[in-house]
T-cell receptor
Framework: ETGVTQSPTHLIKTRGQQVTLRCSSQ?????VSWYQQALGQGPQFIFQ???????GRGNFPPRFSGLQFPNYSSELNVNALELDDSALYLC??????????????FGEGSRLTVL | AQSVTQLGSHVSVSEGALVLLRCNYSSSVPPYLFWYVQYPNQGLQLLLKYTTGATLVKGINGFEAEFKKSETSFHLTKPSAHMSDAAEYFCAVRTTGGTSYGKLTFGQGTILTVHP
């Protein structure tokens, strides 16, 4: 059974650029959630994808967008990067039955630095 | 709306001593509560959860937590700390309103240091 995998693990961008982060869910999990963890803070919910549709969104602007593919993998896209977007971006997967229970399996994250 | 407050951003204990990490929550409905642990350079791992039923819940690695509705608390304990427990611990509550239904609201985290 494979766990949640994310890529890239680290990346550096400059303000105004665009970034795409990728996530493969744990085997058998069809729901993917994305969280942003700024330095010294707890993770904040960005959005969740279920059956290739956005299924819930936190308090993030539209320049944060996502996709889910038929194999349940997912992408997080951030346009017009700002310095405050520097953070660890965590992907988490869950099964269909538990997608709204809070029981999540997290990947190791993608650390984004915006200069 | 739900919220979580973790008292103490850093807790330091000696190996073998009691671990107590404090968490208070705010929720207008019966909460689902969680503790997650994050080891350095890793993602979060579920330690334990409370949904309904028994208020004392046991998790992995010898940790347990007690849901106290009257105190709106969900403190995490372990009788005897081990060096491998050094990590950051996050308390979380399931969100029940708006477009974030079913998602998690996390506290700020508590870094646990264990001294030999």
């Amino acid at each position: 059974e494979t766990g949640v995998t994310q890529s890239p693990t680290h990346l550096i961008k400059t303000r105004g650029q665009q970034v795409t982060l990728r996530c493969s869910s744990q085997s058998g999990h069809n729901t993917v959630s994305w969280y942003q963890q700024a330095l010294g803070q707890g993770p904040q919910f960005i959005f969740q994808y279920y059956r290739e549709e956005e299924n819930g969104r936190g308090n993030f602007p539209p320049r944060f967008s996502g996709l889910q593919f038929p194999n349940y993998s997912s992408e997080l896209n951030v346009n017009a990067l700002e310095l405050d977007d520097s953070a660890l971006y965590l992907c988490a997967s869950s099964s269909q039955l538990k997608r709204n229970t809070g029981e999540l399996f997290f990947g190791e994250g993608s650390r984004l630095t915006v200069l | 709306a739900q919220s979580v407050t973790q008292l103490g951003s850093h807790v330091s204990v000696s190996e073998g001593a009691l671990v107590l990490l404090r968490c208070n929550y705010s929720s207008s409905v019966p909460p689902y509560l969680f503790w997650y642990v994050q080891y350095p350079n890793q993602g979060l791992q579920l330690l334990l959860k409370y949904t309904t039923g028994a208020t004392l819940v046991k998790g992995i690695n010898g940790f347990e937590a007690e849901f106290k509705k009257s105190e709106t608390s969900f403190h995490l304990t372990k009788p005897s700390a081990h060096m491998s427990d050094a990590a950051e611990y996050f308390c979380a509550v399931r969100t029940t309103g708006g477009t974030s239904y079913g998602k998690l609201t996390f506290g700020q985290g508590t870094i646990l240091t264990v001294h030999p």
